[in-house]
């Protein structure tokens, strides 16, 4: 294996190998991903040298990173997926804190593909809210399906021409399958009862 081969792979997979020193400041390990570069010069002009200042969500999981680097043993820190703006867009990151060869560690990796789960959550909610559209228009349905069921046997039972029963029968059919329709739709959960 080449001295450049790890470097450009970590590059390339855009994981960024950091260490804490002692001092609590923060040096690169890896060479810099091109999305944490944009962060750096994204900071604000007082941080722009600054790991938190590039990475604000950072400054929470630096504080569960501490645990895990004081232990000085096997005990890791991960801080699962977030969200964060790089060059103007959207990025999913992960942080892990470590300790090997008692030095802490600092892994942040870009994740993609497989790993970003967002379009699998928002697909998840679409399904969710048309589930609840539909419970809402069948609701909107049932009511009126029943009113009408009652109002045409009020109207079979009224004392009609002859003329008039035939109209009534078809009505009586209609306002049939609406009902079965209305039923077979999703009921509405009871009012007060949360979700």
């Known amino acids: 294996m080449t001295d450049t081969l790890l470097p450009n792979l970590l590059r390339t997979l855009g994981v960024a190998v950091i260490e804490r020193r002692p001092d609590s400041r923060f040096d690169m390990v890896s060479p810099s991903p091109e999305w944490l570069e944009a962060a ?6 007082g941080s722009r040298h600054l790991l938190e200042g590039a990475l604000p969500f950072l400054d929470q999981f630096l504080r569960q990173a501490d645990a895990a680097w004081h232990d000085r043993g096997s005990a890791r820190a991960e801080s699962g997926p977030f969200v964060t703006v790089v060059d103007g867009q959207e990025a999913l990151l992960r942080a892990t804190a470590l300790t090997i060869d008692n030095r802490a560690i ?17 697909k998840a909610r679409d399904q969710m809210l048309a589930a609840e559209r539909l419970t809402h228009d069948a609701a909107a349905v049932q009511a009126p399906a029943a009113a009408i069921g ?46």
């Open 106 to 122: 600092l892994v942040l990796e870009r994740l993609t593909g497989d790993a970003d789960t967002r379009p699998i959550l928002q």
């Open 150 to 195: 009652r109002a045409i046997a009020d109207l079979g039972a009224a004392d009609l021409p002859a003329s008039a029963h035939d109209i009534v029968r078809t009505l009586r059919a209609a306002a049939t399958q609406l009902a079965d329709v209305a039923e077979r739709l999703p009921k509405p959960p009871p009012k007060g009862r949360h979700k």
């Open 40 to 45: 750096f010069e994204a900071a604000p002009a």
